[in-house]
């Protein structure tokens, strides 16, 4: 158990439809970042927070937004969903940032049909 | 932004020999790199690190050698077994530019190791 909880841990969704998915970090941890993974695909950096703060943004898509709460949970959204947004989504926490081990939670998979 | 290379992104090995699996890094002020095995459906774990001030490090079976002039930095794992069939991605951290938490962990595509028994 990496101390990372990701909810809910499968999402079945029409497309269209609006999720959100959630991310719990690390006690301590002040810095969240999500991933997304596709079939047989890498690790595609979305958007990183810390301590509230959006720090850092990667490939993620105008219908997808994301924040991190005054508690340090952060939530992930995903709106006008399409097939092609099916995927493991993961949430990684680290302590300060990017140059300290990041935990990994299970991942909320999201298939859109 | 950084950018990070990984090859090969498939391996086959046959159970007791060595593995090596390596990555390239754009940013030279980057300095944590960090290697993660993904099990078959499991979350990414973090299996060794390396920071910039080192040019190696070692962990039972697993080692990392960094090379900053070259920017590429490389795994190797002795003895395989079969339980080291996983996807390994390498990541290097770099800096966004001041504060705290400024820094974003790239991670390369991840190379698919096949240990044959």
């Known amino acids: 158990d990496s101390g990372v909880t990701q909810t809910p841990k499968h999402l079945i969704t029409a497309t269209g439809q609006r999720v959100t998915l959630r991310c719990s970090p690390r006690s301590g941890d002040l810095s969240v970042y999500w991933y997304q993974q596709s079939l047989d695909q890498g690790l595609q950096f979305l958007i990183q927070y810390y301590n509230g703060e959006e720090r850092a943004k990667g490939n993620i898509l105008e219908r997808f937004s994301a924040q991190q709460f005054p508690d340090l949970h952060s939530e992930l959204n995903l709106s006008s969903l399409e097939l092609g947004d099916s995927a493991l989504y993961f949430c990684?926490?680290?302590?300060?940032?990017?140059?300290?081990?990041?935990?990994f939670g299970q991942g909320t998979r999201l298939t859109v049909v | 932004g950084e950018n990070v290379e990984q090859h090969p992104s498939t391996l086959s090995v046959q159970e007791g020999d060595s593995a090596v699996i390596k990555c390239t890094y754009s940013d030279s002020a980057s300095n944590y790199f960090p290697w993660y095995k993904q099990e078959l459906g499991k979350r990414p774990q973090l299996i060794i690190d390396?920071?910039?001030?080192?040019g190696e490090k070692k962990d039972q079976r697993i080692a990392v050698t960094l090379n900053k002039t070259a920017k590429h930095f490389s795994l190797h794992i002795t003895e395989t077994q079969p339980e080291d069939s996983a996807v390994y991605f390498c990541?290097?951290?770099?800096?966004?530019?001041?504060?705290?938490?400024?820094?974003?962990?790239?991670f390369g595509k991840g190379t698919k190791l096949s240990v044959i028994p």
């Open positions: 390396i920071r910039s001030n080192v």
């Open positions: 990541a290097a951290s770099s800096g966004l530019g001041g504060g705290a938490g400024s820094y974003q962990l790239t």
């Open positions: 990684a926490s680290s302590i300060s940032g990017g140059n300290t081990e990041a935990f």
